[in-house]
């Protein structure tokens, strides 16, 4: 394999000067050809193409019922519609990428721009619309839904607004990149609404398979590839466990495979079998919300892959695996709610542990906000376990301020590492000088991950805390409070490197820091992503109401979430009923 | 009306940080005094509508801020808080003038010393649990930045060792709020008197015990207290008057305002152990104070000694003793301002601030004669000579304090004593003797300080007379809040007694 540094200038222009055809076979080629070398199936290379096919499958989990007469009304398939805007998007980037990298380079972002714009507008009509199973109830557009699918188009948009100038530089294709993080966005957004075992698998495997793909997208970067091998062996046996859990539950309901069959038919049954199908589900779900620990893919995934990619499979991809969790356990799994949240109880503090005080030993940006990011998932796992209005509200929040946060982070270390190309947290040493923009944000994006006023993620942390003690998960509140402690330290010792260090402090990479520009080919676009995530983490706090609002108003409005609400406070209430009254003495006499 | 004190710092301080262009540090200085200045003005504005009579909360102002969070604006300000606004004001104010002209990175500087002054007024005026907490947290990282940057040479070590001690009170700070609103079975998190009354004693205990730690770090007291001495010998002058003279009541106030204001019952149970504290953190400040070379290390502890009697005064709980332990606190403010302002004046001309190497400064030509005058009556304050501020406070800490805790209240009062010892050691060493001449050049005398460096000295000087010569100017604002807190354990510790015979009388009859 052609190794050379992942931050080499020059690969555009000379892929300019090719034919555009030939561009494109010899990338097809290439790749294949270091697919071949992992061992790969080739005919992952075709990506785009079965992901799209996967998709149009998505509709078919209940094939048979089609061929009773089911008419379009009662697919009531309105409610892929925003899927359907990226998936045409999707379609358009690949014809636009066969005219050619110029061509590509020139139209693929503005139509991802559209096609992702449309998907949010046409979420934003969904919310609060009346509800209707659709697809034979495999996909269901309930505002939970919506709200996840959201964040996850929005990380779409900001992720690839940073990305354009990184991929470019790489000098690997445009419109292929897009398109398969698109196809990684549909995946995550059916992933959100899905109702069913089967679609629940498609949609997983399709988000999955465009993952691995795009965290080998640096081919010629050994690394990348590594963190490609890697994604895939473990994704692979995580899809397998789920399969297997699938499988079990399938068989519980004697020939169903929708949520709410599946659902009822775990309230009759308490076997052995529940139990293990609980466990390899439960798997599944921690392995794509990087739980500890389900979570050693994560450090060397996020440091191989491309920093964009890690962008989005830090939000996106967490983003749809919160919703699975919901769908799954709050969903199905509600009769066996203590034990679930038992394991969960488990897993959030493992994860709050090991991924702060782990990151405080990093030494690069990436692997530190990967570090980082097991101890944000655990920390919104406190609002999962939780079960009740504010919890799941609280996470809701969290996702939409995590999504903010963490993209302005990473906004910002593409930007220096586009200009340095380097990574390392020493490197950064005295920054303030010389790029104050990235200084200021990075800063802001960090002190809100950490939980500092007034900061968006002040907020939201302070929400998710909140929630936990009103329930009494007190362990996983102290647990949370003591490791946002340790979270500041190394948050801001990457602003002690870039602020407190003096001009003569300052790291060589620094000291040789390139004059700001702003005219090559999509920067604008990178720093106007930046300075809105930065804006919205910066005043998104103060003005965080609405957001509470919208999050408490994703709540009320799924019916799954009211009903485990429901059954448990109502739980509650007989159990106080049960409860022996203690006898008092003075009646007694 | 309140808002004010929080907008033209706050809104400063961002619009200093914002500002396009480069600007002279000379101009971006005049505009933080003058932002300054304006903030004291409006300090006194309400001071002026100040009704001193009432002992409860004024000028309240309330907007919703976050509801799902219990999160409202509530600002409101009683006899308590007002002192501290005005010393906060005052010495913001003192710490931008006496900043050198040609301090490095002046923009961020005079940002972050606005955001510090409008973080702590808010903090002194938030009625909600959330929202203190909200201006609690604020000041930390611009504080750390300040130390971290503009400090001595071993400043790193000190700065991130105060920001991880403050991080730590701050999530004991916040537990204790979120077990106190929601065990309350409200999520409501406004700050009402008693509030901590409907809860177990258990609760109450382990709640309060949170908020005395947190509290206790900030404050600090024995054994939470190593961060202090670091960060104030690493910070520069400017800094360490701030962190001595208005942050450190941050501590306090909380102290009074939330242990004491939210848990009388515990507060009353746990008492006697208080006082015994103090008198520990007293003797260890004091003692530890004489064995200090380095004169702002020696200064750091005597706080540490000195707050201490603010403890005292908070467990004794009497009206005399609160209202000791506010005056302590502006006294304390006052007068350790003033001793980091001329230690500071010292180091800066003499380079050293080693107390086996300085020698008779007060040479009245080739000394600092007026530095030397202002530090003696710096230190007789401090030790609690009559007519100055540090007398007054102490006597009525003592004296509202003696009848119920009267072997702690004299271990502190052995410990004034030796307030007197470590600061006489000091101007003896420092100030009297003999000026050690320079070994080359016989003559050369040490480079006068302007008259315009002394002012921020002298006028606090002269604060700290008037404060021992006029005290009932303070009295008086304060002295309806602090005998109702006072009076309140009292009563509610009453009603128990006289409730439970009824109770127990039912009982017997129901037999």
């Not at chain 1, 309901?253 to 009759?268: H, N």
């Not at chain 2, 003058?34 to 309240?60: C, H, K, N, Y």
């Not at chain 2, 406070?393 to 072997?407: H, K, N, Q, T």
């Amino acid at each position: 394999m052609n190794r050379f540094p992942l931050y080499r200038i020059g690969g555009p222009s000379r892929l300019r000067t090719r034919a555009a055809a030939a561009t494109v076979r010899s990338t097809r080629r290439s790749f294949e050809a270091d697919m071949d070398l992992f061992g790969v199936l080739p005919a992952l290379t075709e990506l785009p193409h079965l992901a799209a096919a996967s998709l149009a499958s998505v509709p078919l989990a209940t094939a048979p019922a089609i061929g009773l007469g089911i008419t379009a009304a009662q697919l009531n398939s309105g409610a892929i519609a925003p899927e359907a805007a990226i998936l045409i998007a999707l379609l358009v980037c690949l014809l636009v990428d066969l005219a050619g990298e110029e061509a590509a380079v020139r139209w693929v972002p503005p139509i991802c721009y559209a096609g992702l714009g449309t998907a949010l507008v046409l979420l934003a009509r969904q919310w609060n619309a009346p509800l209707e199973p659709s697809f034979l109830g495999s996909f269901l557009a309930d505002d939970l839904a919506v709200a996840f699918r959201a964040v996850v188009a929005a990380s779409t948009l900001l992720s690839l607004m940073i990305s354009w100038r990184y991929v470019e530089r790489s000098g690997s294709p445009v419109g292929e990149y897009a398109a398969i993080l698109l196809a990684a966005t549909l995946g995550a957004m059916f992933l959100c609404g899905s109702t069913d075992l089967v679609s629940i698998f498609v949609s997983l495997e399709t988000l999955s398979v465009s993952s691995y793909l795009l965290s080998g997208y640096m081919k010629r970067d050994a690394r990348s590839g590594e963190a490609a091998l890697k994604y895939l062996l473990v994704g692979s046996a995580a899809a397998a466990v789920f399969l297997y859990g699938a499988s079990l539950l399938y068989g519980l309901t004697g020939g169903s495979t929708g949520l709410d069959a599946v659902g009822v038919a775990l309230q009759t049954s308490a076997t052995p079998v529940t139990a293990l199908a609980l466990v390899f589900v439960l798997a599944t779900v921690a392995f794509k919300i990087a739980a500890v620990p389900f979570h050693q893919w994560t450090p060397d995934v996020y440091e191989g892959s491309p920093t964009p990619v890690v962008a989005f499979l830090s939000v996106g991809s967490k983003a749809a695996g919160f919703a699975l969790a919901l769908r799954l356990l709050v969903g199905c799994f509600d009769s066996f709610d203590t034990q679930w949240k038992l394991l969960f109880t488990v897993l959030a503090v493992l994860s709050m542990t090991l991924g702060n005080v782990v990151a405080l030993a990093q030494t690069t940006m990436k692997r530190m906000l990967a570090y980082s990011s097991i101890g944000q998932a655990g920390f919104v796992m406190i609002g999962l376990v939780c079960g009740t209005e504010d919890g799941y509200a609280a996470m809701v929040l969290y996702m939409a301020a995590y999504l903010f946060m963490n993209l302005g982070a990473f906004a910002c270390i593409i930007l220096f590492s586009l200009r340095t190309g380097s990574d390392r947290i020493s490197d950064y040493a005295g920054l303030y000088q010389k790029d104050p923009l990235i200084t200021l944000g990075l800063s802001l994006c960090l002190l809100s991950l950490g939980g500092i006023p007034p900061m968006l993620g002040f907020f939201g942390k302070i929400y998710l805390f909140f929630a936990g003690w009103a329930d009494h998960q007190y362990l996983l509140v102290v647990v949370g409070l003591i490791t946002s402690v340790v979270s500041i330290y190394y948050y801001i010792s990457v602003i002690k490197m870039m602020v407190v260090k003096e001009p003569q402090e300052a790291s060589d990479v620094v000291k040789a820091y390139p004059p700001i520009t702003w005219n090559l080919a999509g920067m604008g676009t990178l720093r106007t992503a930046l300075v809105a995530c930065v804006l919205v983490t910066a005043v998104g706090g103060v003005l965080s109401n609405p957001l509470f609002t919208w999050a408490n108003g994703a709540v009320t409005g799924t019916p799954m979430l009211q009903q485990s609400i429901a059954s448990s406070a109502a739980r509650e209430a007989t159990a106080i009923a049960a409860a022996p009254v203690p006898p008092t003495p003075a009646i007694l006499g | 009306m309140l808002s004010g004190l929080l907008l033209i710092p706050l809104l400063g301080a961002i619009a200093l940080l914002v500002w396009p262009g480069a600007v002279s540090g000379e101009r971006l200085r005049r505009t933080c005094l003058a932002l300054l200045v304006l903030q004291v003005a409006w300090s006194l504005r309400v001071l002026w509508q100040f009704d001193p009579t009432i002992s409860g909360l004024q000028l309240e102002e309330i907007a919703p801020w976050v509801g799902s969070l219990g999160l409202d604006y509530r600002l409101g300000i009683d006899g308590l808080s007002l002192p501290l606004v005005l010393i906060n004001g005052a010495l913001s104010l003192a710490a931008a003038l006496v900043t050198s002209t040609s301090t490095p990175r002046p923009r961020l500087y005079y940002a972050l010393l606005l955001l510090i002054s409008g973080a702590v007024n808010g903090a002194f005026l938030a009625q909600n649990l959330l929202l203190f907490f909200l201006f609690y947290e604020l000041e930390l990282i611009p504080l750390w930045l300040l130390i971290a940057i503009w400090g001595g040479s071993n400043r790193a070590y000190a700065a991130t060792k105060f920001l991880l001690f403050t991080a730590v009170s701050g999530v004991l700070i916040l537990g204790a709020f979120f077990g106190l609103a929601l065990a309350t079975g409200t999520a409501d998190f406004s700050l009402q008197p008693l509030l901590g009354q409907e809860l177990g004693m258990g609760m109450q205990l382990l709640l309060m015990g949170a908020l005395l730690v947190g509290f206790g770090i900030k404050i600090p007291l024995f054994p939470f207290h190593t961060w202090l001495p670091d960060a104030h010998t690493e910070a520069s002058t400017p800094v360490s008057l701030l962190l001595a003279g208005v942050l450190l009541k941050l501590g306090t106030y909380g102290l009074l305002r939330f242990c004491l204001g939210l848990f009388p019952d515990a507060w009353q149970l746990m008492s006697p152990w208080l006082a015994g504290w103090a008198a520990v953190s007293v003797l260890f400040g004091s003692l530890a104070a004489i064995q200090q070379q380095d004169m702002k290390r020696m200064v750091a502890y005597s706080s540490v000694g000195h707050m201490g009697y603010v403890l005292l005064a908070a467990a004794a709980a009497t009206p005399v003793s609160l209202l000791g332990a506010l005056f302590q606190m502006v006294s304390h403010g006052l007068i350790s301002a003033l001793l980091f302002l001329l230690v500071g004046v010292v180091y800066a001309t003499t380079g050293t601030r080693d107390l086996n190497v300085l020698r008779g400064l007060l040479n009245p030509e080739r000394g600092l004669p007026i530095t030397g005058s202002l530090m003696i009556a710096g230190v007789m304050a401090s030790a609690g000579i009559p007519g100055m501020g540090g007398f007054i406070s102490e006597f009525l800490v003592f004296r509202g304090s003696l009848v119920p805790f009267p072997v702690p209240t004299l271990l502190c009062m052995v410990g004034s004593g030796l307030t007197a010892v470590y600061f006489l050691l000091l101007v003896n060493r420092v100030f009297f003797g003999r000026l050690s001449p320079p070994a080359d050049d016989l003559d050369t005398p040490l480079p006068a300080v302007p008259l315009a460096r002394q002012i921020p000295a002298l006028a606090l000087t002269v604060a700290v007379l008037l404060l021992g010569v006029a005290p009932q100017a303070l009295g008086t604002l304060a002295t309806a809040t602090t005998t109702a807190m006072g009076r309140a354990p009292q009563r509610l510790a009453a009603l128990p007694v006289s409730a439970a015979p009824d109770r127990l009388l039912a009982g017997g009859m129901g037999q």
